[in-house]
């Protein structure tokens, strides 16, 4: 075999090479997708192993959670923004898989484990899968299964309850109107305060709605599940019509709220919330 002929065969090669070597590298990058860019966002519907749940814009100003029983409670707004602005600021590092196989074994892209997320904007739906969490991001899928990584970690973000998007702000009243506080403590003891009378200190009452205004739950339960020790009644009126009446509960080392206009669910509060109505009598 001459020389000449070998280096053919050799260059001939090293050409055959590189040709693979830009074919391989074409076939990736037009299989290269990046992240769904959304405007105006109207609603999130997130399923993972057997439950659904969305969250959907009802007005300008809020949203709603819709929860896998059908009822619908109000979200926490800041939440869903913080949620959307996520979303909007994911990109595509890389591909990572382009095929459907393995995707539940190194991936969490298997139908046990993957979060199913379908987001609703003014030009239609889009709808992907959130795998498993890997630094920086999490790993996504689309519907042509390839696999690639995020740059934004959704698997975290998506992976709560519908309660965690619910408002934890749970008593809703109009200060303004209230004119008489009366709350019933454990063994008969009432005290009453009506606006205009000696005991009536509108910077301490003001100060005392607006602390319960911002009572937060940290946990939903149906109304069924929990009845313990009575503590305290509240209840608070304006006009001689009532505004808010709420009891609050202890069963072993919890405390519970219970709000008479909501019949289906009761609050999970803290002992510091709890306090903050049954101990009026010696701060008063």
């Given amino acids: 075999m001459s020389k000449t002929f070998r280096n053919t065969i050799a260059l001939a090669a090293v050409l055959a090479i590189l040709f693979l070597a830009f074919a391989a590298s074409n076939f990736f990058a037009d299989r290269q997708e990046s992240f769904p860019e959304f405007s105006n966002v109207e609603k999130i519907s997130i399923a993972q192993a057997g439950q659904e749940f969305s969250i959907e814009n009802v007005d300008a100003s809020s949203w709603v959670v819709n929860l896998p029983d ?29 095929n459907g196989e393995n995707q539940g074994k190194f991936y969490g892209l298997g139908e046990s484990e993957r979060i199913t997320v379908a987001v609703k904007d003014e030009r239609g739906e889009t709808s992907f899968q959130v795998g498993k969490s890997k ?32 408002e934890k702000n749970v008593l809703h009243f109009d200060s303004e109107k209230v004119d008489r506080v009366v709350v019933e403590l454990a063994k008969g003891e009432k005290l009453e305060f009506s606006k205009g009378e000696e005991n009536w200190e509108s910077e301490q009452v003001n100060d005392f709605l607006q602390k319960l205004q911002d009572v937060q739950t940290i946990g939903f339960f149906p109304a069924s599940e929990t009845k313990g020790q009575i503590l305290a009644k509240l209840t608070l009126s304006g006009s001689g019509e009532s505004l808010l009446e709420i009891t609050v509960e202890k069963q072993e080392e919890e405390f519970f709220l219970q709000d008479a206009q909501v019949q289906d669910e009761i609050f999970k509060i803290s002992e510091t919330s709890a306090n903050l109505i049954i101990r009026q009598k010696t701060e008063n």
């Fill in 70 to 98: 059908g009822k619908r409670k109000p979200a926490e707004k800041q939440k869903v923004e913080d949620l959307i602005a996520q979303i909007k600021r994911t990109q595509i590092l890389e591909q990572v898989s382009n």
């Fill in 135 to 166: 630094f920086p991001g999490a790993f996504l899928a689309f519907q042509n299964e390839s696999t690639f990584l995020a740059s934004e970690n959704l698997r975290s973000t998506f992976a709560g309850n519908a309660n965690s998007f619910r």
